[in-house]
């Protein structure tokens, strides 16, 4: 039974990377659908449309960090894996706030970032402001990313 | 603070000269026109929409010609020239262009209407294409299609939905033989089919047909079929000539491109001229101007004008009321920030510039963001070369911004090397990698490595974040003393700065937050004492007073208490600068990863693992810089709009808009000996 806490802690990391990562793939496809449709009224818009749809996409590069920290620190790129259920149970939890909260905001701010793309289809000097609004959601991807690398780093710390 | 002072200028000059007047100001580009004289019996404003449509056609024609014209011969241009600016010409060239205006205006009419024709020719070609598609089956009819018979007989000429051999069709009609058959073409979907049938026999033959659903072709013709299609072939390649010598003609228009861009620029820059002279008021004998300028720039426009023409000006401050616009004056290091001041909103009447106290703040944030020296000298380089590349004719705008990033790149080179992020471990993984170093880092931080000790790194971004709030407490303070308000100084500013920081003493002296915090202050039992009394106090002071513009006492009372619950809002602000610990790491860390993963086929491959490790280097690291660099500047953005600012600064100024040469291509430069 002992040698399922590496199970546990290597299904925290996939998840982080899979619910992340589908919520920014979901995000940014459909931020870039609502950007097709404003570069086609002026091409010229491109680059900032581009700015717009991307915010979605740093959940999924979110994930990939949690993920590739706990890799690395459970052992499966190399070194000691020796370690019990308990301590994968930890990890696991560890890596559900960016999994969780990863998915749901990516997908919020590219409603977001769509309703922006409005912004600057209309008002393109208030482009400042429109990449704002995306950017607050951000904020709580940001947070989770915060509390599962701090819990991973003192998972990793802790002799359990 | 940095923001230029504003005149209100009224010009009154000659109608003979108000052609060379309007072109002076124009060139300048000082002065926002803004007419505040009412027509009446002596000043007239003139109808200026008959000319000003004729000079939007003009450009637009211009615009749609040189797009067909990019289209037939594209413009070769790199990727980087689109920081270089508009071409400087002088004032001469720009005089002299009247004189070619005809020709370009030519010009851009033949090169639209060529594209008109090519389009007509290509849908000509379709529409002969189809019919070619539709006689083909016929090709082996030697006769006429619309043929009707001769003196005794009729023809049957069309097509049956299905393949029918001549044996089958000499079945179907066998009751009426004779009858002359051909089958001239039989494929799955249909049958052509020659009968000839004696006049007599002709309807019920044409009933029975009818009934295995034969129809006549839709095409007709009077030649036979081969004859027709070669015709039409020959129509086709024709008119593709023809195509090609229209294309032939808009291409050898590629020399004349200059002098579209020149139409556009210089029809934009006349139907400004006159909507600016649709606003002026005019007598019989004089005009008058009236509008803003900055009062630096006086004294040269009064002193240009006076020398050249008859003219009487008056400067004189603005009214109280008055909706001035602004603009911003800043040095080079702080001025580069002001897009994203601008990106907000301008200073209103009576708030300061916070371009200057926002810049330090910006390159710092964004420095710990991206945290790495290589990105840093990366960033700095691209745009010391494009700024240096670019220098004489590089847009205000463009080097701002460029600028901006500059300093980004240099704080970021900082912050690499104090938390030790060169290309992630870039260095450490090639060393491990091919030359057995065990021995890492190569390079230590000058800090400390924020993985290590990221408690520490979160305690200097909150701290970071509390001395960037109360900066802008501060400025409000002082904001607050420039309006001569200093009953909302007291209630407004200093309560609250004396709530933030006796309640970060309380915070700080407790245990637990000492030991989140991985840090060890013994503040003596006094301060604590004094700060605690100091907490109470200010919130005392901001319950009774926060609501004071609320006259019932009770109402008062709770939307104080209200007011004091936005302490949560400070604490949440300054957690919010844990983003700098997370961005910082995630750009570190992700490229680690790419080291990490083009090292793993290093080993086993020998040259080609360097190959690999080198292809997957370039690409991943480009990748992560530009998506940390863009993460950085969102949310240093946010950092100075929503925490920052929200403590003192509002905006809604209007940006002063000058009457100016707003041209595409070309910039008129002023002639030295001229002025």
């Given amino acids: 039974m002992d040698k399922y806490g590496i199970v546990f802690a290597l299904l925290g990391a996939a998840l982080a990377a899979l ?27 491109f680059g900032k449309v581009l700015i717009l749809q991307l915010l979605p996409g740093t959940q999924g590069i979110y994930g990939l ?15 000691s894996s020796d370690f019990g259920i308990a301590k994968g149970l930890l990890y696991f939890a560890a890596c559900l706030p960016m999994a969780i909260v990863g998915y749901i905001s990516a997908v919020a701010q590219a409603k977001a970032s769509v309703a922006s793309m409005g912004i600057l289809a209309k008002r393109p000097d208030q482009f400042g402001k429109s990449m704002i609004f995306p950017a607050m959601v951000e904020t709580y991807a940001i947070l989770a990313l915060l509390i599962s690398v701090l819990a991973i780093l003192g998972v990793s710390g802790l002799s359990i | 603070m940095a923001m230029l ?68 011969a594209p413009e070769k241009k790199s990727i980087l020239s689109s920081f270089e600016g508009r071409k400087v010409v ?34 000509e070609i379709l529409k002969l294409e189809a019919q070619r598609e539709m006689l083909k089956p016929w090709t082996d009819l030697d006769i006429p299609l619309d043929l009707q018979g001769t003196k005794y007989t009729r023809s049957l000429i069309g097509v049956l939905p299905r393949e029918y051999s001549l044996e089958e069709l000499h079945q179907e009609l066998e009751e009426w033989m004779p009858l002359h058959i051909d089958v001239i073409s039989a494929s799955k979907e249909q049958t052509c089919v020659f009968i000839l049938a004696p006049k007599e026999q002709w309807e019920p033959v044409y009933e029975k047909l009818r009934r295995m659903e034969f129809a006549f072709p839709s095409v007709s013709a009077d030649k036979a079929p081969r004859l027709q299609l070669e015709e039409l072939r020959d129509r086709i390649v024709s008119i593709r000539e023809e195509i090609r010598i229209l294309e032939e003609e808009i291409r050898n228009f ?40 900055p009062q630096q720039e006086v004294g040269d426009l009064r002193g240009e004008l006076e020398r050249k023409f008859m003219v009487a000006i008056e400067v004189e401050a603005p009214g109280e009321e008055e909706d001035v616009p602004v603009i911003l004056k800043n040095n080079a290091f702080a001025g580069a920030v002001e897009s994203v001041v601008d990106g907000f909103a301008l200073p209103a009447k009576g708030e300061i510039d916070p371009t200057a106290l926002m810049s330090g703040f910006y390159y710092v944030l964004f420095g710990i963001m991206l945290a790495d020296a290589g990105y840093g000298i990366i960033m700095t ?15 205000t705008g463009t080097k701002k911004f460029l600028s901006m990033f500059l300093y980004c790149g240099i704080s970021t080179t900082f912050w690499g090397i104090m938390f030790g992020g060169y290309f992630g471990d870039m260095f450490d993984v090639i060393a491990t990698t091919w030359f057995g170093v065990t021995d890492v880092p190569l390079i230590p931080p000058l800090w400390f490595f924020p993985v290590d000790n990221p408690m520490r790194m979160l305690a200097f971004s909150m701290a970071l974040g509390l001395i960037h709030i109360m900066t802008g407490y501060f400025v409000k303070v002082y904001q607050l003393c420039r309006q001569r308000d200093y009953v909302a100084v007291f209630y407004d500013a200093v309560s609250w700065i004396l709530l933030v920081a006796s309640g970060t003493i309380i915070l700080l002296s407790m245990e637990m937050i000492q030991n989140i915090l991985d840090v060890s202050l013994t503040i003596p039992g006094n301060i604590n004492t004094i700060a605690g009394a100091i907490a109470i106090l200010s919130s005392l002071v901001i319950i009774l007073t926060n609501g004071r513009e609320s006259k019932n006492p009770f109402k008062r009372f709770l939307k104080g208490t209200y007011a004091l619950y936005g302490i949560t809002g400070v604490l949440s602000d300054v957690l919010s600068y844990s983003r700098l610990l997370a961005l910082g790491l995630a750009s570190g860390i992700i490229g680690n990863v790419i080291n990490k993963m083009a090292s793993m086929p290093a080993k086993s491959y020998g040259v080609v693992g360097v190959i690999i490790f080198i292809v997957i280097m370039l690409l991943g690291h480009t990748l992560n810089i530009a998506i940390n660099a863009l993460g950085a500047y969102v949310h240093t953005n946010r950092l100075q709009y929503v925490e920052f600012f929200g403590k003192f600064y509002e905006g809604g100024g209007r940006s002063f808009a000058p009457f100016t040469m707003k041209t595409k291509y070309y910039k008129v430069k002023e002639n030295v000996n001229n002025g």
């Avoid at chain 1, 960090?65 to 070194?79: H, P, Q, R």
């Avoid at chain 2, 060239?93 to 090519?118: H, P, Q, T, W």
């Fill in chain 2, 90 to 123: 002088s004032a001469e060239e720009y005089g002299g262009f009247s004189e070619k205006l005809e020709d370009a205006l030519r010009v851009a009419n033949r090169i639209i209407a060529c594209n008109k024709e090519i389009g007509e020719g290509k849908a």
């Fill in chain 2, 5 to 72: 002072q504003m005149q209100r200028i009224s010009i009154y000059a000659l109608k003979k000269d108000r052609k060379a007047v309007l072109e002076l100001l124009q060139r300048k580009g000082v002065l926002e026109v803004d007419n505040q004289i009412e027509e009446d019996q002596v000043f007239r404003k003139m109808d200026v929409s008959y000319a000003r449509s004729s000079f939007e056609r003009n450009i637009n024609a211009a615009k749609d010609a040189s797009e067909i014209l990019g289209r037939y």
């Fill in chain 1, 19 to 45: 619910g992340a990562g589908a919520g920014s793939a979901k995000g940014v496809g459909l931020a870039g659908e609502a950007g097709s449709g404003v570069v086609t009224e002026d091409p010229s818009k």
């Fill in chain 1, 65 to 79: 960090l949690i993920a590739f920290i706990t890799l690395t620190n459970i052992g499966v790129l190399g070194g």
């Fill in chain 2, 381 to 395: 380089l691209a745009c010391a070369y494009i700024l240096f590349k670019n220098r004489k004719t590089i847009e």
């Fill in chain 2, 254 to 293: 590629a020399g004349k491109r200059e002098e579209l861009y020149f139409l556009q620029d210089y029809e934009r820059m006349r139907s400004d001229k006159y909507q600016v002279l649709g606003q002026i008021a005019q007598s019989n004998n004089v005009f008058v101007i009236t509008g803003y300028i």
